[in-house]
Structures are given as structure tokens and as C-alpha cells.
């Protein structure tokens, strides 16, 4: 067991220092195993050991890892290593369906978890509303607005994530060549529809159906017009609809980043339903519409 020294906080903005002895177990390490069921996507998962709470080298591979798909009892899959904790396999998961997953370690034993890839929920449309010009007295017009329309299946319990991202083309004055950047479009919504399960971050909108089970809806949601001002711009909506693992470890990941470092938050705990070990295993389907900005 080693023993780490910390400063009081409230001493210390009194102008002293306490010094304090807090002892912090060393836990051997364990199998951490990351994968996600994505549809149209081969299986992939990374193989890595746990770390320390205080360590803060990289998580080190296991590249001896045997990595195994299974649906009920049948092997559908087996994962080959690229040597650098990375496995991946031949074949894709099916919407709709359930599977579990299995990693085995000579030196680190057994570790797996179960879940589900949903069907996936069509786009019906998206509307765009872009200012045609300065705001009110020529003030700067900082914002633009979406409307995304989908349909909710009924008599389930349904997550999702709304994410976009910016494509833009411009030809290197240089080579003469054309050249693509893309970058993920931050957006924000104060639907009420959403309002009460809206977790917002650089990944897009997290939320599930609590308030609108079984219908068609249109939401609201806006960016920041600086994103997509200059020039042309594709923009690509993605509408996923994804598993309750999947949510619950997306949104307490993020609820943890927003709260690091700050010596008065409570400790959020990120969600892990890998048994034996750490790591989430989880699934989605996505639609997709593209928006031409001229």
C-alpha cells in the first residue's frame, strides 16, 4: 500500500498548509476491454490492462488476448490482434439483435460483457435556418437554427445521439489539389421535448424518449453560425439510435470530464458493464441526411 500527501484545500486558501497522509490501495491489474457494435461496421474491440488512479502513463495493451463474438451460445466471430491491443474480426453485427462478448487472457483470465446493437430510426427531414444578414440594428448574428424530424418506435424504451459534422473543400494554391477538411459541428437544443435528458458535448445531443414514446416529433436544436459562415459547406446530421449501455457510459464520461479538477464537485463514476474487469461494450445504428450550404 503507498501512501500519498495532500494538501487540505480549505487550509490552504486560509493561508496554511496541512499536510495529510492518506493511504491509497495498489489493486493489481485487470483486463479492460472497449467495443462498440456499430451497424455496417466490422466487430473491433481494444484489449488494455487498468491502470492505477494516479499512474498517468497509457494504458498498456494485451496483445495475447483471445477475442470471441458470441449470439446465444453460437460463436459468430472470433477477433485477430494487430499486436498493438487492437482486435478486429470479418463480420458485422445485425440491428436489432443481442450478443455477448468474451476476451481471454493466459496471464489476466476472463472477462465479457453482453448488449445489443438497436434498429435503426430513419431522418425524416432537416431544416436549416441561416441569417440572410446582420441582426437588428446590424448586430452580429452569432446563431443558426435546426429542425430535425424523426419518428420514435413505440412501447420501448429508446437513447439517442444527435451528432453533425462540417465538410468543406477548397483547392491548395500550391499543388493546385483539392482538399477536404471536416470537423464536428457543435450544436445545443432547449427542446422541451428533450430538455429534461439533453446532455450536450463535442459529440452532439445524448437523450432518450422519456417525454415522446411512439411519436413523430420535430426538435430544435441551434449552433453557432461561425462553423459554417465562410463558403460553401456540406454538413452531415446523424441520428443514432443507441444502446442503453452505450448512453449510460457516454453520459456519465461526460458528466466526469465536466467535472475533473474541480475540488467541489461529487466524484462521478463512469459506467462499466464488462464483468470481471472494466470497460463498456455497446451498440448503435445511425441515419444520416446531407445539407447543402452554398
Not at 453460437?74 to 463480420?91: E, F, I, Q, S
Not at 441569417?131 to 413505440?154: C, E, H, N, T
Not at 430538455?195 to 463535442?202: L, Q
Amino acid at each position: 500500500m503507498k501512501k500519498y500527501s495532500f494538501i487540505g484545500m480549505a487550509v490552504l486558501f486560509a493561508g496554511c498548509e496541512l499536510v495529510v497522509d492518506v493511504d491509497v490501495p495498489v489493486e493489481p491489474p485487470v483486463l479492460t476491454l472497449n467495443a462498440f457494435m456499430i451497424q455496417d461496421s466490422i466487430w473491433s474491440a481494444k484489449l488494455s490492462l487498468s491502470r492505477h488512479i494516479l499512474d498517468e502513463a497509457d494504458h498498456q495493451p494485451v496483445t495475447d488476448g483471445l477475442v470471441v463474438m458470441y449470439q446465444g451460445d453460437h460463436a459468430v466471430d472470433t477477433l485477430v490482434g494487430d499486436g498493438n491491443g487492437l482486435y478486429t474480426g470479418d463480420n458485422t453485427p445485425v440491428p436489432g439483435e443481442a450478443y455477448e462478448i468474451r476476451a481471454t487472457s493466459a496471464t489476466y483470465g476472463v472477462v465479457r460483457g453482453t448488449s445489443y446493437i438497436p434498429l435503426p430510426v430513419e431522418i425524416g427531414s432537416v431544416e436549416v435556418d441561416l441569417p440572410d444578414g446582420p441582426g437588428p440594428g446590424g448586430s452580429f448574428v452569432d446563431k443558426f437554427f435546426i429542425k430535425l424530424r424523426m419518428k420514435d418506435r413505440a412501447g420501448e424504451e429508446n437513447f439517442y445521439q444527435i451528432a453533425a459534422f462540417v465538410e468543406k473543400r477548397w483547392r491548395d494554391g500550391r499543388t493546385g489539389e483539392t482538399q477536404i477538411t471536416r470537423r464536428m459541428l457543435l450544436m445545443s437544443s432547449k427542446d422541451p421535448s428533450i430538455d429534461n435528458e439533453n446532455v450536450g458535448s463535442s459529440e452532439g445531443i445524448f437523450f432518450k424518449d422519456l417525454l415522446f414514446d411512439g411519436r413523430e416529433i420535430t426538435l430544435s436544436l441551434e449552433s453557432e453560425y461561425w462553423q459554417i459562415q465562410s463558403g460553401p459547406a456540406r454538413v452531415f446530421f446523424f441520428l443514432r439510435t443507441i444502446s442503453e449501455d452505450f448512453y449510460r457510459y457516454k453520459t456519465t464520461a461526460l458528466l466526469q470530464n465536466e467535472t475533473s479538477g474541480n475540488p467541489f464537485a461529487q466524484p462521478a463514476g463512469v459506467y462499466n458493464n464488462i464483468e470481471n474487469g472494466f470497460g463498456i461494450f455497446g451498440g448503435f445504428s445511425q441515419s444520416f441526411f446531407v445539407y447543402e450550404k452554398k
